[in-house]
């Protein structure tokens, strides 16, 4: 990893005002992403980890907005005097987006088909991609789909490339969405729960591959999921969110081996576990927060058991705790070994 992150996210606030209320869908969220490392962020649903990438990546649409923070982006097109200076996308207009979207921040998302249209071929949408922000002729550009569709393990990508999304598989589709995603050689790759609708097999694939196409490309990688075995198998340093707030951010194996924060634990506590046995499983009781007009507490108060009076009056920082581990939490678990990485892959 560089010195200067490629992406630094400071105290982003996003929110959609409702006829009800404002929903404050992401609060208070900072990280660094560097070249070739993979930030995981999991979290139940509605604890804000999609709108937190598509603000980063400009796909917040009214009545949504940015309503506060940085989001720093660092590259050499950028630079001044061989020094790479910052753009701060949260300030970006959106229709500026175009030039940043696909060259230097590539979306995956989680359904193919939602990503692919299907009145046009799949070398016509690659194409236009590579001709739009390489200023390729469409020659170049078919040229580099095929090697691209032939990196991503499409068989005959020569043939494969006139093909329409409806004549390929589901995992082909996805191949084909990370092929688009890669195509401009970005320095952000951010993939929103892109295994979510494929076989436990296709999974497995898709994987390995991403891992091994974001080394060769140096990117930085955001990469969100429910699955906690898949952040296990890909990521270098998580992010735990909940009602809207980060609850723990650290290294892959600290979050694994030395969670803190009451809510990871009780998440790494619902996974089924080979190696112990196990009566029954342990759900999280209780409901996760309504996150229109909440209160300014701890998002997870109602539901923890290590709740003090403190919890109750004041809302706790995101402090580190030790070097690269921060824990947002009034009353952390303290020396409680969780489960570590194989025990869940």
Do not use: W
């Amino acid at each position: 990893m560089g010195d200067k992150p490629i992406l630094s996210v400071k105290n982003l606030r996003t929110y959609f005002d409702m006829a009800e209320g404002t929903v404050k869908a992401v609060q208070d969220v900072s990280f660094d992403l560097y070249r070739n490392e993979v930030l995981g962020i999991v979290g139940e649903t509605g604890s804000g980890k999609s709108v937190t990438v598509k603000s980063i990546a400009g796909l917040i649409d009214k009545p949504g907005y940015i309503a506060g923070g940085e989001i720093l982006f660092y590259t050499d097109e950028f630079s001044k005097d061989g020094n790479p200076e910052y753009m701060d996308l949260a300030k970006l207009k959106k229709e500026d987006f175009s030039r940043i979207r696909g060259k230097h921040i590539g979306m995956i998302f989680q359904d193919p088909m939602t990503s692919l249209d299907p009145m046009y071929t799949i070398g016509d949408q690659m194409i236009e991609t590579i001709v739009h922000h390489e200023g390729v002729s469409e020659e170049e550009a078919r040229e580099r789909a095929i090697r691209l569709l032939e990196q991503v393990g499409i068989p005959k990508p020569e043939e494969r490339i006139d093909d329409y999304p409806f004549q390929l598989s589901g995992g082909q589709r996805q191949r084909v969405v990370i092929a688009i995603a890669l195509s401009c050689n970005p320095e952000i790759l951010i993939a929103d729960e892109p295994t979510t609708a494929l076989d436990v097999t296709v999974q497995t694939q898709i994987l390995e591959l991403m891992k091994n196409l974001q080394q060769q490309y140096k990117s930085g990688m955001i990469f969100i999921t429910h699955d906690l075995a898949v952040i296990a198998e890909i990521a270098t340093k998580v992010s735990v969110m909940y009602g809207s707030y980060q609850m723990e951010i650290a290294p892959s194996e600290t979050i694994f081996e030395k969670p803190m924060s009451p809510y990871t634990h009780a998440l790494l506590h619902c996974i089924p576990r080979l190696d112990i046995k196990q009566e029954e499983l342990a759900p999280i009781p209780g409901q996760p927060p309504v996150m229109m007009n909440p209160p300014k507490l701890c998002p997870f108060l109602p539901r923890c058991e290590r709740a003090t009076e403190k919890c109750r009056k004041e809302l706790p920082p995101l402090e580190e705790v030790e070097s690269g581990h921060f824990v947002r939490c009034f009353n952390p678990v303290v020396n409680k070994v969780s489960v570590v990485k194989e025990e869940i892959k």
